[in-house]
């Protein structure tokens, strides 16, 4: 899923404070959409590996999320709404594609890893791949009810995400051309730098 996708769930996540303390709802909104981006800052130090963490985030934020039932307040909310994003982020990279720069080819069986199982989840492709029509639909159906819910600041961000999924999700396969064109002109002294997976779909 694209990362706009991730951070809409973050949104809806937080929203659900409206429920329990209306109040918190804005340090929540904020803590889900940061968490719902924040695993992908691994993507090139051990994309879907680093910083992904399927159990351990689901059980952190379910530890977390409850001391915030216990004790109300900015902070708790932040702490237990940003791990909450983060789990949905994890496991839900599962339902996606493959961890390839061509995940429309479904040739990786690597969707995202499991610290608690020593061992790669494989793909359910339910969403083919990041920027696929569905995950920009996706993207659209669960922009609604924070469109309805909030105005401002909350509201503007998520037009914007929206809008960017759309962008990319033209650009996607575009995007992966000028990559490969790119890295096979690249120095073969540099290429110690550019992650992996570049390499291994592009240079021979």
């Given at each position: 899923?694209?990362?706009?996708?991730?951070?809409?769930?973050?949104?809806?996540?937080?929203?659900?404070?409206?429920?329990?303390?209306?109040?918190?709802?804005?340090?929540?909104?904020?803590?889900?959409?940061?968490?719902?981006?924040?695993?992908?800052?691994?993507?090139?130090?051990?994309?879907?590996?680093?910083?992904?963490?399927?159990?351990?985030?689901?059980?952190?934020?379910?530890?977390?999320?409850?001391?915030?039932?216990?004790?109300?307040?900015?902070?708790?909310?932040?702490?237990?709404?940003?791990?909450?994003?983060?789990?949905?982020?994890?496991?839900?990279?599962?339902?996606?594609?493959?961890?390839?720069?061509?995940?429309?080819?479904?040739?990786?069986?690597?969707?995202?890893?499991?610290?608690?199982?020593?061992?790669?989840?494989?793909?359910?492709?339910?969403?083919?791949?990041?920027?696929?029509?569905?995950?920009?639909?996706?993207?659209?159906?669960?922009?609604?009810?924070?469109?309805?819910?909030?105005d401002g600041t909350i509201q503007t961000l998520v037009v914007l995400a929206v809008m960017i999924s759309g962008v990319?999700?033209?650009?996607?396969?575009?995007?992966?051309?000028?990559?490969?064109?790119?890295?096979?002109?690249?120095?073969?002294?540099?290429?110690?730098?550019?992650?992996?997976?570049?390499?291994?779909?592009?240079?021979?």
């Open positions: 899923m694209m990362a706009t996708t991730h951070a809409l769930i973050g949104v809806l996540l937080g929203s659900a404070s409206l429920f329990v303390a209306p109040e918190l709802a804005p340090v929540a909104v904020f803590a889900g959409l940061a968490g719902g981006v924040f695993p992908d800052f691994d993507l090139y130090s051990g994309h879907r590996k680093t910083l992904h963490f399927p159990v351990y985030y689901s059980i952190a934020a379910t530890a977390a999320l409850a001391g915030a039932m216990l004790v109300p307040n900015p902070w708790t909310f932040a702490l237990g709404f940003f791990l909450f994003a983060a789990a949905a982020h994890s496991v839900s990279d599962a339902f996606g594609g493959g961890l390839e720069l061509k995940p429309w080819l479904g040739q990786s069986e690597r969707a995202v890893y499991s610290h608690f199982h020593g061992q790669w989840i494989p793909p359910r492709r339910w969403i083919r791949y990041d920027g696929a029509p569905e995950d920009f639909a996706l993207g659209v159906a669960l922009a609604v009810p924070s469109l309805v819910l909030y990319y999700a033209l650009l996607r396969k575009p995007l992966v051309n000028i990559a490969e064109w790119l890295v096979g002109r690249i120095p073969s002294h540099m290429l110690a730098y550019v992650p992996d997976r570049f390499v291994g779909d592009f240079v021979q």
